[in-house]
């Protein structure tokens, strides 16, 4: 059974920086695998797709962090990261990685999610 454990959440001030990881448990891999990023801001039902990287490496981001956060994966070590630098007050959110998507890479269609890490940015 696949199992994502997210990480490095926090509290941290505007213009600052976190980087957040994902450690996928129960897959032989993921170097095929696609992942991705979203988060659901306080009061908000949708949860909003950040980045995501799919099987070939590629790579896109959510208009409002292109510039400021990076997706990667450590296909070694099974654990994707997002690094978020020049945070702002609208990041504040739940945090969720996602692996194994079934239509956009956007989409919060993925097949396996984790339980989420909260950052909170104060201005």
């Known amino acids: 059974q696949v199992q994502l454990v997210e990480s490095g959440g926090g509290s941290v001030q505007a213009g600052g920086s976190l980087r957040l990881s994902c450690t996928v448990f129960?897959?032989?891999?993921?170097?095929?695998?696609?992942m991705s990023w979203f988060r659901q801001a306080p009061g908000k039902e949708r949860r909003e797709g950040v980045a995501?990287?799919?099987?070939?490496?590629?790579?896109i981001y959510a208009d409002s962090v292109k510039g400021r956060f990076t997706i990667s994966k450590d296909n070694a070590k099974k654990i994707l990261y997002l690094q978020m630098n020049s945070l702002k007050p609208d990041d504040t959110a739940m945090y969720y990685c996602?692996?194994?998507?079934?239509?956009?890479?956007?989409?919060?269609?993925?097949?396996?999610w984790g339980q989420g890490t909260q950052v909170t940015v104060s201005s």
């Open positions: 996602a692996a194994v998507r079934r239509s956009g890479m956007l989409d919060p269609t993925y097949e396996h």
């Open positions: 995501a990287i799919d099987s070939a490496g590629m790579t």
């Open positions: 129960g897959y032989a891999g993921t170097r095929y695998m696609s």
